[in-house]
């Protein structure tokens, strides 16, 4: 208990130190920093309606960022999340947009289930070459986000594009009222209830099975695994897909929730803020959940500054990253392993 | 022919010296994930530096100091505090991208296009098709040359690999193998901003939001690619280019028949096929993790 109050504390202090970087660099563009900051607490938690908002962004989030710990803990750098995300979102509006006019009850599941796959079909290869070939994740995983990015442009403006759109954004046919799991403030109990049984479910897969126990053990101690008599490829897979299902998942809550259709280009940081809310839980369910809300709220405010405060959404931007920077300083325990893995391979760094 | 030659050399200028900096900091056993952010901040920092101050060295010497300001700060997260480099190396990337985006609208008020007045020197029209290049692609071969001379044939350059490969050893001999990769880094800064400077002003003359797309990502994989030797790495880079120009070639041919966007992510493929390719031969991810002599297919 001792140990997980430190690693809060350490957490927490390496998130001020970002946020003080953030205030120098808003300094130095000539932005007050003590009103950005203001203004970013007043959007993300403190004016009445900004709950709503955060909460509204952190439950995909949350989604997402289960699975980025999954495949995190397997030791795998599957940092495809937003690629996967994408690919789930476009598989799950093919659903909606191939079995149009069959009732909800029908349609809504099929959907999830296509996103659920489209994201895991996006972690397979990856994770297949891998285990397979030996070629490295993280650039695979990067640059299958940028190839779905480009898809994403293509369906949208092809094959689902929306006739009567305005032109000015490439959007999908939007979602039939009855499919919709969410009105615009993706606040419903479907979507809640999902958030929670994901949640629930890979608290139970990480801390009470024998996967979980064996997937964590491979991160930290492959050869101890593998003397076990587990295989570390299909363990090292299983999490790579199953990060890649969640992130699909939360693409197809997007779409059929407050989005309520797929536009290019949307939610661009989505994968990126997921994989932070995984380290900075320090790789527990739990911990993601109250730092979704968090990052939930800075999303929110990353839309309440530029339309009330009038001061650039980038901001949001430049405090995620300088959170990535620092998060994962061998000081935060817990997360030493993953140090461990990486400077061994580049000699002890 | 000819000028499938310069858009090639378009193309892949700014994405050899992003990779000779990956090279460097490989070298010296960081995992650079941040070049993509190094590089969007050279951009910038170039192109704004010129249109504010109206001259050209200006912008490239505020790209460069920039650059390595920020490579400082990733060797200090990175050894002083003990960050894992790819996680703070994406975290650099983001922090490029943000604030390019900031400083571009605290100065316009808009996430705009910035047109610059000049670009980089050219090589004139005396050349015929290779007239438009930039002097920055002239000095590539020379960069490459220098880098693989520093490299393979100086002290400086065993002393770094050694910093990278054995530390240790590096450090029985007096080397202090942290400073080593203070200095590949700053070094790698430097050509970051070379690289950013030649994307933005070479052909173009703009800076626009992403507009580096992936480079610094796919500089990193041609180090994978080439094993982390300098002239392997950049013509590993330059292969990527040529599958980029062949893709904007293509859009031209039959833009009308194959979608544009998906012949626009034919570089990224190729660089999951290099990585690919890589790890087929050397066991690429082997010397990446310490899972590799444990996979038990």
Not at chain 1, 292 to 313: D, E, K
Not at chain 1, 324 to 335: E, V, W
Not at chain 2, 265 to 275: F, K, R
Request: charged share 10%.
């Amino acid at each position: 208990m001792e140990g997980k109050l430190i690693a809060v504390g350490r957490a927490l202090a390496f998130v001020l130190l970002a946020l003080g970087l953030c205030g120098v660099i808003f300094e130095f563009a000539g932005y007050s920093a003590l009103e950005m900051f203001e203004s970013i607490a007043d959007g993300a938690f403190l004016n009445p309606n900004a709950w709503q908002g955060s909460l509204r962004w952190a439950l995909p989030l949350f989604i997402t960022a289960c699975g980025v710990i999954i495949s995190f803990r397997s030791g795998y750098f599957n940092v495809g999340a937003q690629g996967q995300f994408y690919m789930g979102a476009i598989a799950a509006t093919f659903v909606v947009d191939f079995m149009n006019g069959l009732p909800a009850a029908i349609v809504v599941p099929f959907s999830f289930v296509g996103g659920i796959a489209g994201g895991a079909v996006w972690a397979l290869w990856p994770g297949y070459l891998r285990v397979r070939s030996g070629a490295d994740e993280v650039i695979t995983t990067l640059m299958g986000n940028f190839i779905s990015g480009l898809i994403l442009i293509y369906v949208t403006g092809g094959i689902l594009k929306d006739p009567s759109g305005t032109g000015q954004v490439m959007a999908s046919r939007p979602v039939a009222i009855a499919y919709r799991i969410s009105s615009e403030t993706g606040l419903s109990p479907a979507i809640v209830g999902t958030a929670v049984l994901v949640g629930v479910l890979m608290w139970v897969l990480i801390n009470r099975t024998a996967f979980g126990v064996l997937s964590s053990l491979a991160g930290r101690n492959p050869t101890m695994v593998v003397w076990q008599g587990a295989r570390m490829s299909r363990l090292g897979l299983a999490g790579f897909v199953l990060g890649g299902a969640l992130a699909g998942l939360a693409g197809a809550i997007e779409v059929l929730g407050p989005n309520g259709r797929l536009v290019s280009g949307f939610l661009p940081t989505h994968g990126f803020t997921a994989i932070l809310i995984a380290l900075v839980a320090g790789l527990s369910i739990s911990g993601a959940a109250i730092v979704s809300l968090f990052f939930g709220g800075l999303a929110a405010a990353s839309l309440y500054l530029p339309v009330l405060v009038g001061l650039p959404a980038a901001a949001i931007d430049i405090i995620n990253a300088a959170i990535a920077l620092f998060i994962t300083a061998r000081a935060a325990p817990g997360l030493g392993w993953l140090i461990g893995r990486r400077s061994r391979a580049a000699g002890g760094a | 022919m000819e000028e499938f030659v310069v858009a090639t050399l378009r193309y892949g200028t700014p994405l050899v010296y992003v990779t000779m900096a990956g090279v460097l900091a490989q070298r010296a056993g960081v995992w650079h994930l941040g070049l993509e952010g190094l590089m969007i901040i050279g951009c910038c920092a170039s192109v704004l530096g010129l249109v504010q101050s109206g001259s050209l060295l200006v912008g490239l010497g505020i790209a460069v100091a920039l650059c390595v300001a920020a490579s400082a700060l990733l060797w200090f997260v990175v050894e002083k505090l003990g960050a894992n480099p790819i996680i703070a190396g994406l975290g650099l990337t983001g922090l490029g991208l943000g604030g390019s985006d900031l400083a571009v609208q605290a100065i316009y008020g808009s996430q705009a296009t910035i047109n610059a007045p000049i670009g980089l020197p050219r090589l004139g029209h005396q050349f015929g098709n290779f007239g438009v290049l930039s002097v920055l692609v002239v000095l590539m071969p020379f960069v490459v040359f220098g880098l693989w001379v520093l490299l393979r044939r100086t002290r400086f350059g065993l002393q770094l690999a050694a910093s990278g490969e054995h530390p240790f050893a590096a450090r029985s001999v007096g080397v202090n193998p942290s400073r080593m990769r203070l200095i590949a880094l700053c070094l790698g800064g430097v050509l970051c901003a070379l690289g950013g400077a030649e994307l933005a002003l070479g052909s173009l003359t703009i800076f626009a939001y992403g507009m580096t797309a992936g480079r610094g990502f796919m500089g990193f994989s041609a180090v994978i690619f080439g094993g982390g030797h300098p002239v392997a790495s950049a013509a590993a880079a330059l292969f990527f280019s040529i599958v980029g120009a062949m893709g904007i070639r293509a859009q031209l041919l039959f833009g009308d028949r194959v979608p544009n966007d998906l012949l626009l992510a034919l570089p990224y493929i190729a660089t999951v096929i290099g990585v690919w390719i890589s790890g087929r031969l050397r066991g690429g991810a082997k010397a990446a993790s310490s899972f590799g002599e444990l996979r038990d297919y």
